[in-house]
């Protein structure tokens, strides 16, 4: 089988049934779905389940895989319990939020498969209004980066590594980058027995660039793909549990700066970034509260 498509579903029973539906009405390749359900509690599962009951019998060859997660231990474990069952040479990260557009996967893969070099593929991601989720092509975020987007100084840029988002970049081209993003990204398995399974340490946010991070260490290419897109609805299950998703962003931030930056910068600098961390999460929950 050459693709194994896992998509994650939390309280999104409309949502994922039309991701599903689309990568139905838009894949020929050969490929298999896991959906695994992160403790949603709300029904979702049992009608995603009797939705689609015609693809997980014998006679489809069990095309749609169902697993009910008893637990929410996040995006990153759920995603890994369905990698191990997994027998496709190659795993699609889908968000359940997303809508394929014609051939986009197909594109991907065929991609993909015709270059040894490449570890992962992520292609063109478009919010409901059009604009580019800029989250598809990035660089891996560094103090320097970091500081440019917060302060709002994108402008002020010597090189690629300066600009987190690569907005100099053709949102249409095929180029290398650091990162992608886990709504949309499709990793050759070779890749993921070398670096490893996503990090669950991760609950929500950051396990995709760890992952991109782990991947292109070990040697393979990180690829943007701006010839094939899906549509993106970003947010929608995050909006079940805003305080803990902000605290679980910006936590995110600490574990992958303490994970691969901790022996590369001075003890001043992780310092400053630590305490930008807490500044802005600070922030964050207190706007939130007010807000709600």
Request: charged content about 25%; overall charge positive; hydrophobic content about 35%.
């Amino acid at each position: 089988m050459d693709l194994s498509i896992i998509i994650v579903n939390y309280k999104t029973y409309e949502l994922t049934k039309n991701t599903i539906n689309s990568v139905l009405e838009t894949t020929e390749s050969s490929y298999e779905i896991f959906i695994v359900d992160n403790n949603s509690q709300d029904g979702s599962y049992e009608k995603l389940k009797s939705y689609f009951s015609h693809f997980s019998n014998e006679a489809s060859n069990g095309k749609i895989n169902f697993i009910n997660n008893p637990t929410n231990q996040g995006f990153a474990a759920a995603n890994n319990i369905a990698i191990k069952k997994s027998k496709g040479d190659f795993i699609l990260l889908l968000n359940s939020d997303t809508i394929v557009k014609d051939g986009s996967i197909d594109d991907c893969l065929k991609f993909i498969k015709s270059h040894n070099d490449v570890g992962a593929v992520g292609c063109k991601i478009l919010l409901p209004n059009g604009d580019l989720d800029k989250s598809c092509k990035r660089s891996f975020p560094n103090p320097k980066n970091s500081f440019y987007k917060l302060f709002g100084f994108n402008k002020i840029k010597n090189s690629n590594s300066d600009d987190y988002n690569l907005d100099n970049l053709d949102d249409n081209g095929i180029y290398e980058v650091d990162s992608l993003v886990g709504a949309f990204m499709l990793v050759r398995k070779v890749a993921i027995n070398e670096v490893g399974l996503l990090d669950e340490d991760y609950f929500m946010y950051g396990e995709d660039i760890d992952w991109c991070y782990r991947i292109k260490s070990a040697g393979w290419k990180i690829i943007y793909y701006g010839k094939s897109e899906i549509i993106h609805y970003k947010g929608a299950s995050s909006k079940k549990q805003k305080s803990k998703l902000i605290f679980e962003f910006y936590r995110a931030m600490y574990l992958f700066y303490n994970k691969h930056y901790d022996k590369k910068y001075s003890f001043f600098t992780k310092l400053s970034v630590y305490l930008g961390i807490i500044f802005l999460l600070t922030i964050k929950l207190v706007f939130n509260v007010f807000k709600k």
